[in-house]
Each structure stands twice: as structure tokens, then as C-alpha cells.
Nanobody
Framework: QVHLVESGGGLVQPGGSLRLSCAASGTFRSINAMGWYRQAPGTERELVARIISGGSPNYADSAKGRFTISRDNAKNTVSLQMNSLKPEDTAVYYC??????????????WGQGTLVTVSP
């Protein structure tokens, strides 16, 4: 049982910045990966950035050079710093975590989403 809560969404002008944060809570043995996905109206949810424990971050091509994902393993949080935002970045952003339950099951959980709107 892992619960994710996102924060930091809002309205920003093109070229601006936002920082999204996600905190995981609940009962688990470990969280092996955390990431950010987004979904715009009429589209499928897509990967923005993901980081695996002990590994390097992975970014969607559209995010490379503009977004930075960071994770605090001790606090079970993950953040997404978004710079040089574009209107096409407008979407609901969802935090995602892959974790090992107390019964050693490999599970996945999603946050409720936070809306990012990039508009003049």
C-alpha cells in the first residue's frame, strides 16, 4: 500500500518554470523507481522522466535539456524541475512509483495528478 501525492502544478507563461514534487507514503519494502508522466486531453499518458534506484534518469526526448528529475531516496520523494516550458507541455502530470510490497510483490502506483498549464 503506497500512496502518492503530487504538488506544484499551476499556470505559467511560455518560457517559465515550475517544479513538481511527489511524496510517497504507506507500507512497502522499497521503492525501486519513480517517475513523471503526463496526459493531455485526447492523448495517451506518456513518460516524461523516470529514475531507477541506483541508475541514471531517463527522459522523453521532448524533456531532455529542459526538465530535470531528482529523487530523495531517504524521504521517498521525487521532483521534476521544468524549465523553458512550452504550451505543448500543458497536461496533467502524474507521479508514478514501482515498489516492492511487504509481501515481496512488485507493484505500481499512480498519484492523482497535478495540472500544468502553459499559456500566455
Amino acid at each position: 500500500q503506497v500512496h502518492l501525492v503530487e504538488s506544484g502544478g499551476g499556470l505559467v507563461q511560455p518560457g517559465g518554470s515550475l517544479r513538481l514534487s511527489c511524496a510517497a507514503s504507506g507500507t512497502f519494502r522499497s521503492i525501486n523507481a519513480m517517475g513523471w508522466y503526463r496526459q493531455a486531453p485526447g492523448t495517451e499518458r506518456e513518460l516524461v522522466a523516470r529514475i531507477i534506484s541506483g541508475g541514471s534518469p531517463n527522459y522523453a526526448d521532448s524533456a531532455k535539456g529542459r526538465f530535470t528529475i531528482s529523487r530523495d531516496n531517504a524521504k521517498n520523494t521525487v521532483s521534476l524541475q521544468m524549465n523553458s516550458l512550452k504550451p505543448e507541455d500543458t497536461a496533467v502530470y502524474y507521479c508514478n512509483a514501482g515498489y516492492i510490497s511487504i509481501s515481496f510483490a512488485g507493484l505500481e502506483v499512480w498519484g492523482q495528478g497535478t495540472l500544468v498549464t502553459v499559456s500566455p
